[in-house]
């Protein structure tokens, strides 16, 4: 697809897009090999140009030919357009439990240790299991930031992030692997042009059709896949020996999947909440509060999570404290979304929206603001309170004060 839509013959092009750059200046990439902007239709005379200077510490030249360059190509509307009034962000600290700190520090030892294996590991020819190893301790960390002790109550341990992966059951992590690794960002095929884009993903394609993820992170889209059964050929990663591969599924419902399932069966029934949900109730009862992200909009809550389990223990402590809610996910039917929304709307018992943001809590902080802004920019006649909630001296409060050094592109915008 991505190659024809490249190869089209056209006298001008236009590229419409809410994020040119989500993580990285190669973002731009594949929008300007489209456009078929020279020099910079081909990636090496960007990274020559642009991309390096970025990389070699030097952002404000980066930025200033970046800026140079957008204004030549692009127009946009910016934020001070439309008349809104103020949204106000603010971020406050959660502290953990006692039981679970422990539980953490714990998780946080492995993560330390899956890190300096990764370090020893890194002369030795198999860098990317180690690295997978790392993101998958991060992820836990997160997890157990997110539902505390539940991450303890699992069905099958042996498919837990914090354990070791090995070339043995890639198959059996290959989707959760895949999954944080389009979290950090787009993902070329390594067979064709195809770029896949969490951030940009319909959220109503049904994605039936499988694609392909090696053990040395390369991905191989749907339609290679396909194209290779159907010429009856092998597919390959490009390294010898060939590296293990499994095949991923690119669909909502598959990328909301948080990296471990657990059991709420229990959960509901005990008194036990995660801090951060205890929070979440307690400031929907009083003030604006948020177990990831929410909006406070004339006594109206919208709840952000980037996995569905979060929004599952969320709505088992609504439910227990007879707060109404609708829910909207990958999980939600086509048919049965605007029932959804209309009832959020126009139900005046209905006062909170769960609802997931699958496009990357890890390191994607332009996404996190996007969803923000579009709820702020549906209509609002009172001012818009966000609020994030990130538990101290944890993974999250270092991930949270990185976020303005990730956002300086964002501040650098050419006002075309």
């Given at each position: 697809?991505?190659?024809?839509?490249?190869?089209?013959d056209?006298?001008?092009?236009?590229?419409?897009?809410?994020?040119?750059?989500?993580?990285h200046?190669?973002?731009?990439?594949?929008?300007?090999?489209?456009?078929?902007?020279?020099?910079?239709?081909?990636?090496?005379g960007?990274?020559?140009?642009?991309s390096?200077?970025?990389?070699?510490?030097?952002?404000?030249?980066?930025?200033?030919?970046?800026?140079?360059?957008?204004?030549?190509?692009?127009?946009?509307?910016?934020?001070?357009t439309?008349?809104?009034?103020?949204?106000?962000?603010q971020?406050?600290y959660?502290?953990?439990?006692?039981?679970?700190?422990?539980?953490?520090?714990?998780?946080?030892?492995?993560?330390?240790?899956?890190?300096?294996?990764?370090?020893?590991?890194?002369?030795?020819?198999?860098?990317?299991?180690?690295?997978?190893?790392?993101?998958?301790?991060?992820?836990?960390?997160?997890?157990v930031?997110?539902?505390?002790?539940?991450?303890?109550?699992?069905?099958?341990?042996?498919?837990l992030?914090?354990?070791?992966?090995?070339?043995?059951?890639?198959?059996?992590?290959?989707?959760?692997?895949?999954n944080?690794?389009?979290?950090?960002?787009?993902?070329?095929?390594?067979?064709?042009?195809?770029?896949?884009?969490?951030?940009c993903?319909?959220?109503?394609?049904?994605?039936?059709?499988?694609?392909i993820?090696?053990?040395?992170l390369?991905?191989?889209?749907?339609?290679?896949?396909?194209?290779?059964?159907?010429?009856?050929?092998?597919?390959?990663?490009?390294?010898?020996?060939?590296?293990?591969?499994?095949?991923?599924?690119?669909?909502?419902?598959?990328?909301?999947?948080?990296?471990?399932?657990?059991?709420?069966?229990?959960?509901?029934?005990?008194?036990?909440?995660?801090?951060?949900?205890?929070?979440?109730?307690e400031?929907?009862?009083r003030?604006?509060?948020?177990?990831?992200?929410?909006?406070?909009?004339?006594?109206?809550?919208?709840?952000?999570?980037?996995?569905?389990?979060?929004?599952?223990?969320?709505?088992?402590?609504?439910?227990?404290?007879d707060?109404?809610?609708?829910?909207?996910?990958?999980?939600?039917?086509q048919?049965?979304?605007?029932?959804?929304?209309?009832?959020?709307?126009h139900d005046?018992s209905?006062?909170?929206?769960?609802?997931?943001?699958?496009?990357?809590?890890?390191?994607?902080?332009?996404?996190?603001?996007?969803?923000?802004?579009?709820?702020?920019?549906?209509?609002?006649k009172?001012?818009?309170?966000?609020?994030?909630?990130?538990?101290?001296?944890?993974?999250?409060?270092?991930?949270?004060?990185?976020?303005?050094?990730?956002?300086?592109?964002?501040?650098?915008?050419?006002n075309?």
């Amino acid at each position: 697809m991505a190659r024809a839509v490249c190869a089209l013959d056209s006298v001008s092009r236009w590229a419409v897009t809410g994020t040119p750059i989500q993580n990285h200046l190669n973002d731009l990439a594949a929008l300007l090999r489209f456009l078929s902007v020279y020099p910079y239709n081909e990636k090496r005379g960007f990274d020559a140009d642009i991309s390096h200077l970025w990389k070699a510490g030097n952002a404000d030249e980066a930025v200033k030919r970046l800026k140079r360059l957008a204004g030549c190509i692009l127009l946009r509307r910016p934020k001070g357009t439309v008349e809104l009034l103020p949204r106000h962000d603010q971020a406050c600290y959660v502290e953990f439990s006692h039981a679970e700190r422990e539980l953490y520090d714990q998780v946080r030892t492995k993560t330390i240790a899956r890190v300096d294996e990764a370090l020893v590991q890194s002369n030795n020819g198999d860098r990317t299991v180690s690295f997978v190893n790392v993101l998958q301790q991060i992820e836990a960390m997160r997890m157990v930031c997110n539902v505390g002790l539940l991450y303890s109550s699992r069905h099958d341990a042996s498919n837990l992030p914090g354990k070791k992966l090995s070339p043995a059951n890639w198959f059996q992590n290959a989707q959760s692997s895949f999954n944080i690794r389009s979290e950090m960002g787009s993902i070329q095929c390594h067979n064709c042009p195809f770029i896949f884009d969490a951030t940009c993903h319909p959220l109503d394609e049904p994605q039936t059709d499988k694609a392909i993820f090696a053990r040395c992170l390369r991905f191989i889209c749907s339609g290679c896949v396909k194209g290779a059964s159907r010429q009856i050929t092998i597919i390959r990663c490009g390294h010898s020996p060939q590296c293990p591969m499994a095949p991923v599924s690119t669909s909502v419902v598959s990328l909301e999947a948080p990296p471990v399932q657990i059991s709420l069966g229990n959960a509901a029934r005990s008194a036990y909440r995660p801090t951060k949900v205890m929070a979440l109730i307690e400031d929907l009862q009083r003030l604006p509060g948020s177990s990831k992200w929410y909006v406070y909009i004339l006594g109206e809550y919208v709840v952000f999570s980037t996995w569905r389990m979060t929004l599952d223990v969320v709505e088992t402590a609504l439910d227990q404290a007879d707060i109404p809610r609708s829910r909207f996910d990958g999980k939600v039917p086509q048919k049965e979304r605007h029932v959804v929304i209309d009832r959020f709307r126009h139900d005046p018992s209905i006062r909170v929206l769960l609802l997931t943001v699958s496009c990357g809590a890890v390191g994607n902080p332009t996404i996190e603001d996007q969803a923000l802004a579009r709820v702020h920019r549906i209509g609002q006649k009172q001012e818009v309170t966000t609020v994030r909630f990130y538990v101290r001296e944890s993974f999250e409060e270092v991930d949270f004060l990185d976020i303005s050094d990730t956002s300086i592109l964002s501040h650098n915008r050419p006002n075309t």
